[in-house]
């Protein structure tokens, strides 16, 4: 019981930023949902609980909503994301992209049969960016989802990334308030991917990292594993700023998940994560 109740708070983060470009936009980041059959869905309630009580502008979730596709096959675990989702999408515009997970149906590094995309794009009023972009409110959201190949080989092949971030062609308007939604945050902020092509971005939205499953009360930007197993990675979680440019990454809904393994039973020891984010006038 104590596990029980334990899992299912919220730690939230709270970030303020300053921008001339818009006017009091409030957001709320959520990442790796990681739903399956055997979920417990008393998350769901609770999240929606949240966002009621919160009423933000939007609700941004970069990336892995599913833990696997078998979910896609079972029609009655299924309603429960559908009913969901389209009930955020009446309390808030909601924006969604992609992640390794949802992009592992993906056959040859496609997603030309990526079900996850067809369905999602059923419910009403639901904006998924599948390297798309979406504007309102003065603001420019770009959805960016690299390649399962990218993912597939650990997020180490710059050439890649670059690769497909450049079939985006986007021309970012400056007077706009520009944000990335991507899923992972590796290396964004280093200079051959920031230089490049995102240093016109005034705010990037990330997950996939759980935080380097490091409890959110601790200060700081380092974890204790990555999700490529490497020991006491850097940047992998909080708030962290390049120039002009923010990046915010969420530790996730869940840290562990049934896909890994013997460890989702360690998953009692995190809370559920959540970005509080409001941008003000200068």
């Excluded at 006017?23 to 979920?39: F, G, M, Q, R």
């Excluded at 016109?200 to 974890?223: E, Q, R, S, Y």
Aim: charged share 25%; with cysteine.
């Amino acid at each position: 019981m104590i596990k029980g109740d334990y899992v299912l708070k919220i730690v939230k983060s709270n970030y303020t930023l300053k921008s001339n470009k818009i006017d009091n936009i409030s957001i709320i980041h959520i990442s790796d949902l990681h739903y399956d059959i055997e979920y417990n869905t008393k998350r769901l309630n609770i999240l929606t609980k949240e966002i009621s009580n919160v009423k933000p502008n939007y609700v941004c979730i970069t990336g892995d909503i599913l833990d696997n596709s078998s979910v896609l096959n079972n029609e009655k675990a299924y309603k429960i994301m559908y009913d969901f989702l389209e009930n955020l999408c009446t309390l808030s515009t909601v924006i969604i992209t992609l992640g390794n997970h949802e992009l592992k149906q993906s056959k040859n590094y496609s997603r030309d049969y990526c079900d996850i995309v067809v369905k999602l794009k059923r419910i009403p009023n639901l904006i998924l960016l599948d390297n798309e972009v979406f504007i309102n409110d003065n603001i420019c959201f770009v959805g960016f989802n690299p390649s399962y190949e990218y993912y597939d080989k650990l997020g180490r092949d710059y050439n890649i990334f670059n690769k497909d971030f450049d079939k985006l062609d986007i021309k970012l308007d400056k007077e706009k308030y520009n944000i990335l939604l991507i899923h992972t945050p590796k290396d964004l902020l280093e200079d051959n991917i920031y230089n490049n092509r995102l240093n016109n971005f005034d705010l990037i939205l990330a997950g996939h990292t759980h935080g380097g499953l490091m409890p959110v009360k601790f200060k700081g930007h380092m974890g204790i594993i990555s999700p490529g197993k490497r020991f006491f990675p850097k940047n992998v979680r909080g708030h962290l700023i390049k120039e002009k440019t923010h990046l915010i990454i969420c530790s996730g809904i869940v840290r562990l998940s049934n896909t890994s393994g013997i460890f989702h039973y360690f998953n009692f020891l995190y809370k559920m994560h959540v970005n509080y984010i409001s941008i003000r006038k200068n």
